[in-house]
């Protein structure tokens, strides 16, 4: 069932909480880069838009998430455990041994996971593979991808582009990330890639910008590619890597704060600033 | 045979990572080198090489996350006359551009440096997916390549020197997490295809490289106390393998164990086992991460679990002396 607006814009928060949590608890991970995908994940998974079943994850009919930016692995476990596709503290094993909430997603281990990623590139042309397999099957589901902005330097994200658009795949959305960061920098400086939405229009792609971390927007977004008809759909989601807790990173000096935890001394203020 | 047992660490302390001191050395040695230019794939701070990057912002660049685009730009500049040197993670170097290492790299035989970092499990929590647990033997796989795995922060310092004055396609492989001593303070002693004996031993010849050979010498040492003489050889280079010791391992001591953090296909083990078949079968067993990828964990959890041990380096000691 469908969540309201309000209901989505607190698990929302939840989700974010959930986020520092448990990477604080590891140790390690990547808590920036979970944030800013927290409105599209909470609104896939909780505002109607992918059919799943817990029960029968591997249900073939199911609307296929795929988490290309596989190191944001805390949000797609956020969401999941949420949901209950495992029990909701598995959460805090995220990345210790024998937990199958690996650092990065591990389809093999963790139901609900669709896709094992972590090198990146490679989940729209996985994208792809599934939107075909629908289409070879007469099937109606819906195929997801999310990217980082600094991933889509890899170039096999434009194979698949290109192939997507050849294949006229409108059961197909790509959701970018665009949080205007990567590893060593700003986005804009490692490798701008402005116009990311220019790109995949020209590729032959429906797009559509807005802001990532507005769930009003998210929704509407979200609604629309669904309309789309004969073209696979860019959604450009422009967000802000950290978000929830850009007070806590601006006063922390690091506006990135890539691939690394919050210390526990920092944990009730990054807490108290999600809400 | 190369290397003095003098330059080994007496005591077994914790050193930089070889990923640090690889770093540390390029930008040492950046001026040395003027026609070297170096290149990153948006993992800079993690390969080390940001360092040289700040020293030699002109001779620096950072070409976003695309592995292929990367290697194929190696070859490019080496083709127009440069020593071009790229690194990334171990396993996206090798795995994601490696028809760009066949065709734009080792095919034409330029002048590239390849450097993998985070080789192997003992990276810890990020898991499988970071892991280069097959570029030993991938990279073994390119026609013309050096193949270098050293074992500690003085080793991995001479490797990099070394690699720099060699002429022709070389993979260096370094990891992320400090690692013990094996070398003494000081330049140790490197040299391409040289094996470098760390101790004598007549029993059994324990053979290792990377993170593998402190377990090696520490399983000596206890093995010594059950009156077994194990020699071990640091193998910093398993291509060219150093036949020379090989045959002397054979022959001399009777029992070999190869030991690598790497898949048991292709690495290490595969290159001394397809000589010593040859120079003078002997028996030999294996430590290594067997057919399997790795996951997430702590480093010293990991180590453990996979057997990265001096524990399973001396069973498989026992092992070998008890076939012959
Ligand atoms: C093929 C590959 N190369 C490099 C990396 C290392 N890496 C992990 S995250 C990251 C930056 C990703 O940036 P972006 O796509 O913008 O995602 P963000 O973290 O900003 O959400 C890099 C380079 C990787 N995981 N895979
Ligand atoms: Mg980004």
Known sequence: MAESLEELRARAQSVRRDIVRMTTEAGSGHPSSSLSAVEFMTAIYFGGFLRYDVKNPHWPDRDRFILSKGHAAPVLYAVLGQAGFFP????????????????????????????????????????????????????????????GDGELGEG???????????YKLDNLTVIVDRNHFQQTGASEDVLDMDPIDGKFAAFGWHTQALQGNDMEEVLIALKRARAVKGQPTCILSLTRKGQGILKLLTKLKDENYHGKPLAPKDLDEALAEIG | MAGASSSVATKREIGKATRDAFGRTLEALGADYPDLVVVDADVSNSTRTEWFGKKFPDRFFNIGIAESNLVGIAGGLASSGKMSL?????????????????????????????????????????????????????????????????????????????????????????????????YAAGP??????????????????????????APCLDAAEALAGEGINARVLDMHTVKPIDRDALRKAAVETGAIVVAEEHLAHGGLGSVVAMNVAELKPVPIRYVNLGDQFGESGSPDALIEKFGMTAAKVAAAAREAIAAK
């Open chain 2, 86 to 182: 790229v690194s990334s993670f171990a396993a996206f170097i090798t795995c994601n551009a490696y028809d760009q290492l066949r065709m734009s790299v080792a095919y034409p035989h330029l002048n590239v440096k390849i450097v993998g970092s985070h080789a192997g499990i003992s990276i810890g929590e990020d898991g499988a997916s970071q892991m280069g647990i097959e570029d030993v033997s991938l990279a073994c796989s390119l026609p013309g390549f050096v193949v270098i795995v050293p074992a500690d922060e003085e080793s991995a310092k001479a490797a990099t020197k070394a690699m720099l004055d060699h002429k022709g396609p070389v993979y260096l492989r370094v990891g992320r997490p400090d690692v013990p001593k094996v």
């Open chain 2, 188 to 213: 140790a002693p490197f040299a391409i295809g040289k094996a470098n004996q760390l101790r004598d031993g007549s029993s059994v010849t324990l053979i290792a490289n990377g993170l593998m050979v």
């Open chain 1, 88 to 147: 909701h503290d598995q959460i805090m094993t995220l990345r210790k041994l024998g937990s199958p909430l690996e650092g990065h997603p591990n389809m093999t281990r963790l139901a609900g996971v669709e896709a094992s990623t972590g090198s990146l590139g490679q989940g729209l042309s996985l994208g792809v593979g599934h939107a075909l397999a629908a289409r070879v099957d007469k099937k109606d589901f819906h195929t997801y991808v999310m990217t």
């Open chain 1, 156 to 166: 096999q994200v434009w194979e698949a582009a290109a192939s997507a658009a050849k």
